[in-house]
């Protein structure tokens, strides 16, 4: 049975270390128990937010209303076959946990997102990615429940309408379901994805190529330039990529020669935001506790008691003085409360 709690201080679920509070905070570890707790809630008009494991969010303030998270766990396979393997898992499963499983059990597809904090019903909404990965390669489909009439919904990989760091659930249904459980079809003869520099670099200290050895090679990366949000508080890449015409993309490599470009399917080029915001001038600044990460230029980090405002604040005048350099828009990946 779920307790609503009141007054709840939000500091230790969010990655930033955000000291906000909201009104009432209710944690559900089963289906029943969220159609049950909104049952009740659906006859209030108290604002409702959900959330999964804090990693990409920033409370600018204390929130007026109910937060409620979903806690449903578990790992059950579905179907399996000599070539794939069909798995179910609960949105309150930690990501990274669910990524050390398969590739303990050989199934290959989610090594490459090793180290991504949060939860497994968030990784759908941002359609999370890393060295060449998205997740929306590995999704077969998302169950999730219906706030305002509680029906249960199942979406199939094209009806996600999954994009980059997008998704159906991050635009058209933006606050009205609640994943409840996502499916990943992944393989037991792995096919390596390592079109990605550096993890290939990495790659050549190991003497063999293994799902263990990526995911390692991965995780030694990832701890060499972003830091550990046990740590010090942060959510990760704060902005996305942008993505610019190829034309324009043409200018700019003859004014910085060493701009890395990557050009996309539909004829565009996407920009490293994290070498934006370096040339921009940001890399290891730092106004009182906030500031910009002295390795990865892309993450704003909280060196202790900086609060959400501050940290929005100084998101913001990045983003203008890369606008004012580059003539460049890049957006906040991260969800502002």
């Excluded at 490293?272 to 106004?287: S, T, Y």
């Excluded at 609060?307 to 604040?313: D, L, Q, R, S, W």
């Amino acid at each position: 049975m779920f307790e609503i709690k009141e007054n709840f201080s939000l500091k230790n679920y969010n990655t930033f270390g955000i000291d906000a509070k909201c009104r009432f905070f209710v944690e559900c570890s089963s289906l029943d128990e969220i159609t049950q707790f909104l049952e009740n809630h659906n006859k209030s008009d108290i604002p409702l937010m959900i959330l999964g494991g804090g990693s990409n969010v920033l409370f600018t303030q204390d929130f007026e209303g109910y937060v409620l998270r979903p806690f449903i766990k578990g790992i059950e396979i579905i179907e399996e076959s000599e070539e794939d393997i069909l798995v179910k898992v609960g949105a309150g499963e930690d990501w990274d946990v669910f990524v050390e499983y398969c590739v303990e059990k050989g199934w290959g597809g989610v090594e490459n997102l090793s180290l991504i904090p949060g939860n497994v019903g968030t990784c759908p909404i941002q359609n999370i990615g890393a060295y060449g990965v998205e997740v929306k390669d590995v999704i077969e489909e998302v169950e999730s429940l219906e706030i305002e009439n509680l029906k249960k919904n199942t979406f199939k990989n094209a009806e996600c309408a999954f994009g980059y760091r997008d998704s159906i659930f991050k635009r058209n249904l933006k606050g009205k379901q609640i994943i409840t459980y996502v499916s990943f079809r992944l393989k037991k003869q792995p096919v390596f994805m390592l079109n990605y520099g550096s993890l290939t670099e990495e790659l050549n200290k190991f003497n063999e190529l293994s799902l263990k050895n990526i995911r390692k090679a991965v995780i030694d990366i990832r701890e060499s330039k972003l830091p550990d949000p046990k740590e010090i508080g942060n959510s990760g890449s704060f902005f996305k990529n942008p993505v610019i015409e190829e034309s324009y993309a043409k200018g700019l490599k003859q004014e910085y020669e060493d701009i890395p470009l990557y050009k996309q399917d539909n004829g565009t080029v996407k920009v490293p935001a994290g070498w934006l915001i370096e040339k921009a001038g940001w890399k290891g600044k730092r106004i009182g506790d906030a500031g910009v990460h002295e390795k990865q230029a892309l993450v704003l980090v909280n060196y202790g008691n900086a609060t959400g405002k501050e940290i929005f604040n100084l998101a913001q005048e990045i983003q203008q003085s890369v606008k004012t350099k580059f003539n460049i828009n890049i957006e906040m990946e991260v969800n502002v409360v």
